[in-house]
């Protein structure tokens, strides 16, 4: 035994002790911390230490010199981007996962962190109301997770040649079909599968961002004329703007058509289907290919964990699987190796905290906090529908409000009305109650503000509206 044996148990004490006091410390500082580019880490010693350090003192200077510069994600007053809280099985989780250091690349490597992953996608499969036996795996986030389904896809349209000899010269190009409100993470998936920007086709949208079926039909039927190969369509549920719900089951049925591989990146809604009042919004993704739901958004996982569902995962192993005899194991003909079907080869014990946050929250525990989310939306949309100069830019389908502030009784240039908001929002953000971040939609500068997070309760929707409210005025 030596002394790290001793600090083992002293570093579980300490990070708890740190976890207890931290919420007590959070209302007290700003949603965002106020320092600029370069002063993050304060005045934090720069210079590598020869003997080693105690706990103690690496705690007090992540306290001093760390915290203050950091966004912290579980501030109740975190409404930017899309949430991610991590709720107090995450935390117990991450310890667990820490303190027994398991590499889960395949099944000998840690045999209950495949069989535990298996359990954890089914139970979240059949929370989301998908088939029981949709295969599924892990990814870090729903970047690589779509990544690794549209590789899916490539290697069924361009099959074992590709893979042996690479891209055929004369070949016509391949072409996806998405709108301009997919992620940017489809495109850049798109770019480095070599598919190439010029050939993602953003397809119209309706009044409310959704892909418009009609249209991506005709743009498939023009291009099968024209002799292009369509890769694959990309529909999202929940896009990143203002949560637009692509009418999927309309999108499935033309891809069963014409036999093209559906994606539906569901990222950040996709939980909002454990709800069986909010089920027909999601209808028809059970036909995908692919669907990709991270359940470290909307679930209240610790970052990172992503779950890529897949139909067949026969076309995902073509792509990846490549087993050195170093890996070869006597189990490999009866398990499922993960690493068989990704980039990647260490693995972190996420599926952990799936199964742990599932037995914590429970079904009713999902449904009755996304709920009142959905529901402190409605109410948060409600007054700014009352509020005169507030305008609202997009639906509200889900828990993702898109505004702005267009002061009455002014005549404002379009140029002049997107700056007073991108000053509005720096002025809101100032105010450290809450943080929020913009986007733009027909080209107007946006306010998003997302209630997602396990933390926000109504007084803190109170406390943003306020601010906002208090903002907006001294204009
Ligand atoms: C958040 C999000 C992504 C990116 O997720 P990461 O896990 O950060 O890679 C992609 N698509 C949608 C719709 C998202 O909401």
């Known amino acids: 035994m030596n002394d790290h044996h001793k600090d083992f148990g002293q ?16 209302e007290n500082l700003p949603a965002l911390p106020r320092v600029a580019p370069g002063q993050a880490l304060g005045s934090l010693e720069k210079e590598i230490p020869d003997n080693g350090q105690p706990l103690e003192q690496i705690l007090d200077d992540f306290r001093q010199h760390i915290l203050p510069g950091m966004t912290v994600w579980n501030h109740p007053g975190f409404m930017a981007y899309f949430n991610s809280t991590a709720s107090p099985a995450s935390l117990l989780s991450e310890m667990l996962i820490a303190s027994t250091n398991s590499n889960c690349m395949n099944w000998l490597s840690c045999p209950a962190g495949t069989e535990l992953e298996q359990l954890a996608i089914s139970w979240l499969a059949q929370l989301l109301g998908l088939p029981e036996n949709m295969w599924g795996i892990i990814f870090e986030g729903a970047s690589l ?7 899916a896809a490539r290697e069924k349209v361009l ?49 409310a961002f959704r892909m418009q079926p009609e249209a991506l039909e005709e743009q498939i039927r023009q291009d099968l004329k024209e ?22 089951s309309e999108i499935a049925g033309i891809c069963e058509i014409f036999d093209i591989w559906l994606h539906v990146d569901a990222a950040h809604a996709g939980p909002v289907a454990i709800l069986e009042s909010h089920r027909s919004l999601f209808e028809g993704w059970e036909k995908a290919d692919s669907i990709t739901v991270n359940p470290h958004k909307w679930m209240f996982l610790s970052i990172d964990t992503s779950v890529l569902f897949m139909q067949e995962r026969y076309y995902l192993r073509e792509a990846f699987s490549l087993t050195p005899d170093y890996l070869k194991t006597a189990y490999d003909e009866q398990v499922t190796n993960y690493y068989d079907y990704g980039l990647t080869l260490g693995r972190r014990f996420k599926a952990l905290k799936l199964w742990a946050n599932i037995r914590y929250f429970g079904r009713r525990g999902y449904q009755e906090i996304i709920g009142r989310h959905l529901e402190m939306a409605q109410l948060l949309r409600s007054w700014l529908e009352k509020e005169p100069g507030f305008e609202l830019l997009a639906p509200t389908p889900l828990s993702t409000l898109c505004f702005r502030y267009v ?65 907006a005025g001294k204009w």
């Open 407 to 471: 002061p009455e009784g002014e005549t404002l240039t379009a140029e002049a009305i997107d700056v007073l908001n991108e000053h509005l929002l720096a002025a809101i953000n100032r105010t450290g109650q809450v943080f929020l971040t913009p986007t733009r939609l027909n080209g107007k500068f946006t306010i998003r503000l997302v209630i997602a997070s396990l933390w926000t309760e109504e007084e803190h929707v109170k406390k943003a509206w306020k601010a906002i409210r208090e903002c």
């Open 145 to 151: 997770s779509s990544f690794h389904a549209l590789a």
């Open 227 to 248: 002799g292009f190969q369509p890769l694959c369509v990309v529909a999202t549920l929940g896009t990143t703007s203002c949560t637009a719900m692509d009418p999927v």
């Open 159 to 207: 099959g074992p040649a590709f893979r042996e000899k690479g891209w055929q010269p004369g070949r016509k190009p391949m072409r996806a079909y998405t709108t301009a409100h997919a992620h940017s993470s489809i495109a850049k998936a798109l770019m480095a599968l070599g598919a190439g920007k010029e050939n993602i086709i953003y397809i119209p949208v309706d009044e």
């Open 11 to 26: 570093a579980g004490q300490l990070a708890a002790g740190f976890t207890q006091s931290l919420f007590h410390q959070l």
